[in-house]
């Protein structure tokens, strides 16, 4: 029968990437369980079988345990911990007992027990519950393999790039399969937050799951182009598809690997001008990505997300805990929190009296404004920060900030909070430093002003834009307004830099300018000391800055504030070279 | 013998991590540990069980300690609750 071709099939996107290769299906053991009846005096030997088993099992896990935490670290380990507890659940042990002593044998003694375990998962609404019955599962095929002396299937003997097809993949043989051959992982079972995909994930290979019966629809030796962008998979493509994914891997493939190559490398242009890239992140869960990515810092924590789906303010400890665990994790790197930029709407549900609707709501009350106006939401989160600053290099931003009164009202805030927690003789870190976003114009004229009283500055280009070309950048009709190579807001820019350095201070962008490598030659050129940018950026805007020479990029940018339209800058944009 | 309501507070809820974390504890005590929710009362040493349970935020559980070490059980596992099983 001729293989049918081009079948798409459509999972969830668990790790990103494109792989190409063949087919390699990692079968569910099927074990043949009989019930034997054991003799009386014998019970106490199969017992004793059953213990050798799991004794064997827990060798076995440890093993995993040691291999995973030297791959991937201690927290992914940790998945192993539960599973050496599932071996000594006692609920089990006995009732396995049990079953033994009315004379059963071992292996249909647990597959009894872990059976009905296993159904009363299935009965669980929450699907994230519902999931854990996986590492039940794999426990008991572990224990039975032991029982049955079976070795367990492995993929050493593979020949080709090949994509590993299952029903369900437990983390261990995540871990033990990391062959070179291995190009990505296609699964039935499992969602997002499956160990598999956070596994798949921390191996860079890439992965769709939840795919329901693919295991049974894919045969070995089929091609398979795994799409994880997406999350779907094209089943013995044609040849044109085959070509079109294939050249696209290839460069995909070629441009990470040259990427990559960058990343223990420093931030210099040819002649030596260094420079700083940080790294932009939301939550606690994206350090490990920045850091792998060569951030040597955060440059924008947002923090905006602490205040989502929820119904009450966060506590002043929960503050605490979340910022604290990127400060640890970023060791010796500095750690910029921004506090947080919401207009009042947002904190309605959390018990801020009702403030009404805004005809303005950009230029409204947010940010900065909302927080003087509410010191008490204010107060909170400076705690929060100010705690967390004693485990790490803590760097406090505010937002938003138009003028000095402002700036200073909020340092007095925050000198009364350092005050308060000095006589509790809590610790926080005295020399944190504390620096201002730009982005509102006011702000940038007075830069002069503003930098005498600030360790530091962080320019965010979306906003600074918006508000100094007066254009909403999500309304579709004036979209085309938007452009950050407006002479405008370049020699604003520009001022910026240049004021803050009379004053000694630092510059950094945070705004998505800084993390497009279009604009990454003029920035360095005008002087910026920090670009700070999404962890998928990094390596990108290191390759700029690496190949550039900045006696040149400063002459060609000194050009560019002479023009008046686009055109132009465009023009001389084009002949900046790359080395 | 002693009581006491605890309320889930960790985002994840009970999850694997957590329920090892809270199965290590009880292991470290002599004295027994039941835990109900709603209708079920599992043994707190069983790991299935309380995965079973799938005690999410907020979910409140019974715990239920007898024997000699019974307070020190009870303390350290609310201590547990209360840093959120270090999520």
Known sequence: MPKSKNIVLKGVAASTGVAIGKAFLLDEDDFCLIYKKIPKNARASEKKRLDDAIEKTRQELKEIYNKINDILGENYAHITDAHILI?????????????????????????????????????????????????????????????????????????????????????????????????????????????????????????????????????????IILDGNVGEIILNPSEEILEKYQKNYDKQYEQIKELKKLKDLSV??????????????????????????????????????????????????????????????????????????????????????????EQNPFLGLRAIRLCLKYPDIFISQLKGILRASAFG??????????????????????????????????????????????????????????????????????????????????????????DPKHPAVLRLIKQVIDSAHKEKIEVGICGEMAGDPRYTAILLGFGLDEFSVSASQILKIKKVIRSVSFKEVKKVSDKILQCGDKESILKIMSTIQVH | MKEKIITVSNRMGLHARPAAMLVQTANKYQSSVKIIKDDFDIDGKSIMGIMALAAGQGSQLKFIVDGPDENEVLTELESLFKSNFSE
């Open chain 1, 87 to 223: 071996l000594d659940d006692p609920t089990m042990r006995r009732d396995v007992y049990k079953l033994i002593e009315d004379g059963a044998n071992a292996e249909y003694a647990i597959f009894k027990v872990i059976g009905k375990i296993i159904r009363s998962f299935e009965s669980i609404k929450d699907d994230y519950f519902k999931e854990r019955k996986v590492d039940v599962q794999e426990v008991c095929k572990k224990i039975l393999a032991n029982l049955l002396g079976k070795q367990e299937k492995n993929l050493i003997n593979l020949k080709e790039n090949s994509i590993v097809v299952a029903h369900n993949l437990t983390p261990a043989d995540t871990v033990t399969i990391r062959e070179k051959l291995i190009k990505g992982f296609v699964i039935d079972i499992g969602g997002k937050t499956s160990h598999t995909a956070i596994m798949a994930q921390g191996l860079g290979i890439p992965a769709v799951v939840g795919l329901k019966v693919a295991s049974s629809q894919i045969r070995t030796e089929d091609t």
């Open chain 1, 393 to 482: 290099k803590v760097r406090l931003m505010y937002p938003m900030i138009s003028g000095i009164d402002e700036l200073r009202d909020a340092n007095k805030i925050l000198q009364s909070v350092k005050q308060e927690l000095r006589k509790k003789n809590v610790s926080f870190d005295e020399n944190m430093e504390v620096g201002a976003m730009i982005e509102i114009p006011s702000a940038a004229v007075i830069m002069d002003v503003i930098g005498k009283e600030v360790d530091f500055v962080s320019i965010g280009t979306n906003d600074l834009i918006q508000y100094t070309l007066a254009v909403d950048r999500v309304n579709e009709n004036v979209a085309n307004i938007y």
């Open chain 1, 268 to 357: 210099e242009t040819i002649d030596k001008h260094s420079a700083l890239i940080f790294a932009n992140i939301d939550n606690s869960g994206e350090v490990s990505t920045a850091l792998n990515n060569g951030a040597r810092g955060i440059g924008l924590y947002r923090t905006e997300f602490m205040y989502f789906n929820r119904n009450a303010m966060p506590s002043e400890q929960e503050h605490f805990e979340e910022y604290a665990k990127v400060v640890k994790e970023m060791s010796q790197y500095p750690t910029t929190i921004r506090t947080v930029d919401l207009g009042g709407d947002k904190f309605t549900k959390l018990g801020l009296l009702k403030l009404g609707q």
